[in-house]
């Protein structure tokens, strides 16, 4: 499948918020293009999308770096989704390839991703990109009170 690979524009939200759908968070326009614009302002990383050979997003990638006391730097995918119509053609390939460029330039020697444990096809995926599991763990959530 021909396709481009580039960084993500306010004028994909419309796109991006439908295929945030299908991973199974809805999301709207405004709400896409307030979180581009934080992720952009705040060095929160990077969205990548892939556009067909007509210009249809059929794709979206989120890497961004990892930071901690306990270890060097690393890329994480933050999120991966490809339109279900274009699974199984080297979209999300392309996406993690062009992740993986990414965090590199930034300083990273290790990608890492999560992946929630029903997403079977997913982790399937990345056995095929060359990631292999490195803990299982249980991720906590709070609200803290503040919008949205």
Same mark, same amino acid.
């Given at each position: 499948?021909?396709?481009? $690979? =580039? *960084?993500?524009? *306010?004028?994909?939200?419309?796109? #991006? ?5 299908? /991973?199974?968070?809805?999301? *709207?326009?405004?709400? #896409?293009? @307030?979180?581009?614009?934080? #992720? ?13 050979? #007509?210009?249809?997003? $059929?794709?979206?990638?989120? $890497?961004?770096?990892? %930071?901690? /006391? *306990?270890?060097?730097?690393e890329g994480e995918i933050l999120g991966l989704v490809v339109r279900e119509d274009a699974r199984g053609r080297g979209?999300?390939?392309? /996406? %993690? ?6 965090? /590199? ?8 991703? =999560? @992946?929630?444990?029903? =997403? ?14 490195v803990k299982t763990q249980i991720v906590f959530g709070k609200r803290t009170g503040a919008a949205g």
């Amino acid at each position: 499948m021909t396709m481009t $690979v =580039r *960084t993500a524009r *306010t004028y994909d939200a419309a796109a #991006i918020a439908g295929l945030c759908g299908e /991973l199974g968070y809805p999301a *709207t326009r405004p709400q #896409i293009v @307030s979180r581009l614009a934080a #992720i952009e302002t705040a060095g929160q990383g990077c969205v990548l999308v892939a556009e067909d050979a #007509i210009g249809a997003l $059929v794709g979206w990638l989120h $890497v961004g770096q990892h %930071v901690s /006391l *306990t270890g060097d730097a690393e890329g994480e995918i933050l999120g991966l989704v490809v339109r279900e119509d274009a699974r199984g053609r080297g979209i999300g390939a392309a /996406l %993690v390839a062009a992740s993986e460029d990414w965090a /590199l330039a930034h300083g990273c020697a290790r990608m890492r991703v =999560r @992946s929630r444990v029903e =997403r079977e096809r997913a982790h399937r995926f990345y056995d095929r990109a060359g990631y292999a599991p490195v803990k299982t763990q249980i991720v906590f959530g709070k609200r803290t009170g503040a919008a949205g």
